[in-house]
């Protein structure tokens, strides 16, 4: 079948053979092409007639169902049903056995574009688009994901017996996505397209797919082999860098470039047909002539490819220019990419901006290069990347490498994730991605990432969808297939800037920390803030588990419970909240306490910062104390400060390992993603 190709809609009878060979349960049934319905006298009674043909996909809507029918009442039924379709062609009935009242779900599969098939499970019948109480999950699954997806309905109390009723078979359940969606399953034998049984009963003593549909369609990507990730040291720490673009007359975006690597002090060259220097960079005249490991280009998008084939000898070229593919022009954006395979050339874009690594004076941003850390970024957007860049060590990020793909022609950020994964600079990875290009082995190099990982998606709740035949395909959308993706490798999705730079801090001061228990406790002066940081930890999916039964005697300066109230302000001892958290963590080993200070109070009861330093320097010698507890701190309020405490606040913070929040919301987000202890 061909690319863009659809086949028309299999029969429900074809595909219920099909299911049935693969040991889904369907019910007995005979097909009735003309009007001898004598063939079904076998069956038990009540009996269910449904027509089929070309358009019939959704039979109830049509009126194309009947339920509840004896063996002698099926002829008048199937001429009333044929009068009542007379816009459609009707090819003949399929009679089945009525299954039993059960809880009815839905199981389905779709070819996602980027990811490959998709799994879907959830509440089925004529519900299933109203209720939308579905969990997905991408092919191959495991029996834990299909035990997972189960538990996240909303519904799921009807899978375990609700109001005297008895509970379903969950194993049948299970045994059926596996069937579907597991190793060997369903989803590897067909052209997806879209596949779905709904509804699917399941009672106590199994399960039946009563309807099932499937639309064959083009290929979609599936597990790859993996491939041996490229070494891109020379990417990030290069010998030298080559710009092209600059001008000897009229400064340019080139021109900013040699501006910022002359800053950071690497060797340098500028590409020029005919000037001998540019803005005092010794010039070449191609790509030909110069030594280096890394070239940024940064000329029209027409002459990009004749710039590239001269490139051999350079392991990486960058193209910043944009007007390829993004600007409709693939052919363009094709030809860039067979000019950098012809000079043996790894081409990372083009339409991105450059690399950021302090180790090896890579640069794409003004102002130098801040400190070498451990956090890596790889991005589609040149632009938030420096933002993030910028703002990310504005409040104490460290990177080790900053990659911008764009349009990741050659060079992809699976790719580029295999290879940080085994970087010994890099403990922890932010992304951000607008297009799943090469979704299905980015979703296997997050797999095996083996290292915290935060995702942040653009235009997910944008993109569209063609108009899907089947339920299943009208609720695969572009967020869940990202959730799905999430949820499977345990990467953190975040919705924003701000929480893709602070889930980084997180993990940048606690990635390595290995903690003793579990749950979250909140501690900090009282009012309302303790109220709204429970709700913040519940939106974020974090349950605050109580405290244990006289876990305070003796601290009469707390009032028990989770969020913890403690005095903390301008004429508080800052030594009480370290002891409150000692007390605690020694009866119930919390995996993480995040600690809440108003700061505009030390402003507006008081007249000096050194008691906000005295708590915060209290809080590092805890953290110090306690290095089997993940400790954050939140400065409320912060704004309230003089300038210039707050980032003594958070030095002092950072010495130790805390890491800094302004509101209780980012911390919750945070916190979430650094491991979801106590979820509800």
């Not at 779900?105 to 779709?110: N, R």
């Not at 699954?141 to 509970?167: F, K, V, W, Y």
């Not at 549909?213 to 010998?239: I, N, W």
Request: proline share 7%; with cysteine; net charge negative.
């Amino acid at each position: 079948m061909s690319g863009g190709e659809v086949r028309a809609a299999l029969r429900e009878h074809e595909v219920k053979a099909m299911v049935a060979a693969a040991g889904v349960p369907v019910p007995r049934g005979v097909v009735v092409r003309e009007s001898d319905f004598a063939v079904a006298r076998g069956l038990a009674e009540p009996l269910v007639l449904k027509a089929f043909g070309p358009g019939l996909v959704h039979k109830s809507d049509a009126g194309a169902v009947r339920l509840g029918l004896r063996a002698d009442e099926l002829a008048a039924a199937a001429a009333e049903m044929r009068a009542r379709l007379d816009g459609f062609l009707v090819e003949g009935f399929l009679v089945e056995e009525q299954a039993p009242a059960g809880v009815e779900l839905i199981v389905g599969l779709v070819g996602d574009p980027g990811f490959g098939p998709v799994l879907l499970a959830g509440l089925g019948g004529i519900w299933t688009e109203a209720m939308r109480d579905t969990a997905l999950r991408l092919c191959p699954i495991s029996e834990r994901d299909a035990r997972l997806m189960l538990d996240s309905l909303r519904g799921s109390a009807l899978l375990h017996g609700h109001r005297g009723r008895p509970p379903v078979d969950l194993d049948a359940v299970v045994k059926l996505l596996m069937t579907v969606g597991g190793p060997g399953g369903l989803w590897e034998r067909l052209e997806l397209g879209e596949f779905e049984l709904n509804p699917v009963i399941a009672t106590p003593s199994g399960v039946t797919a009563v309807d099932a549909r499937h639309l064959p369609g083009p290929a979609t990507p599936r597990p790859s082999v993996p491939r041996e990730p490229a070494d891109f040291l020379p990417l990030f720490e290069p010998r030298a860098v080559a710009v092209v673009g600059a001008s000897a007359t009229r400064p340019n975006f080139g021109n900013m470039f040699l501006d910022f690597y002359r800053a950071a002090g690497v060797p340098l060259v500028a590409v020029h047909p005919t000037a001998a220097e540019v803005a005092g960079v010794p010039a070449v005249p191609s790509l030909a002539a110069a030594e280096v490991d890394y070239a940024l280009v940064a000329v029209p998008a027409d002459r990009c490819a004749e710039v590239v084939r001269q490139a051999s000898g350079i392991p990486y070229v960058q193209v910043m220019s944009g007007g390829f593919g993004e600007a409709g022009r693939t052919d363009l954006e094709r030809g860039l990419a067979e000019a950098a395979r012809a000079a043996g050339t790894r081409l990372v874009g083009p339409n991105c901006m450059g690399v950021y690594c302090p180790r090896g004076r890579q640069t794409f941003v003004g102002g130098g290069v801040g400190p070498a850390g451990s956090v890596a970024l790889i991005s589609q957007s040149g632009g938030l990347a420096g933002e993030v860049i910028k703002v990310g060590e504005r409040r104490g990020l460290a990177f080790s490498r900053v990659v911008t793909v764009g349009n990741s022609a050659d060079v992809t950020p699976a790719e580029l994730l295999s290879w940080l994964a085994r970087d010994t600079e890099t403990r922890a990875v932010g992304l951000y991605l607008e297009d799943p290009r090469g979704g299905r082995e980015l979703y296997e190099a997050l797999g095996a990432a083996g290292l915290p990982v935060a995702l942040l998606v653009g235009g997910r709740s944008s993109q569209g969808r063609r108009a899907a035949l089947s339920h299943t395909g009208g609720l695969v959308g572009d967020l869940r297939v990202w959730e799905a993706v999430a949820a499977q490798t345990g990467t953190a999705l975040v919705s924003s800037q701000d929480d893709l730079i602070g889930v980084l801090a997180f993990f940048q001061a606690h990635g390595s920390r290995v903690t003793d228990g579990d749950g979250v406790l909140v501690i900090g002066p009282s009012g309302g803030a303790g109220v709204l940081a429970a709700d913040a930890f519940d939106r974020a999916g974090v349950r605050l588990d109580p405290l244990p039964e006289g876990v305070l005697d003796g601290l009469g300066a707390a009032v028990p419970g989770n969020p913890l109230e403690v005095p903390v302000g301008p004429r508080g001892r800052p030594g009480l909240v370290p002891e409150v958290i000692e007390a605690v963590v020694r009866r119930r080993p919390y995996g993480d306490v995040v600690a809440h200070v108003n700061v505009q109070s030390f402003f507006t009861y008081g007249d000096a910062a050194e008691p906000l330093y005295a708590y915060a320097r209290a809080l590092a010698g805890a953290q110090e104390a306690l290095p089997r507890v993940r400790i954050t701190l939140v400065t409320r309020n912060g704004e309230c400060a003089p300038p210039g405490v707050e980032d003594e606040v958070r030095r002092i913070a950072a010495a130790a390992g805390i890491p800094v929040y302004r509101t209780m919301e980012a911390a919750a987000v945070a916190v979430a993603a650094g491991g979801r202890r106590g979820t509800a």
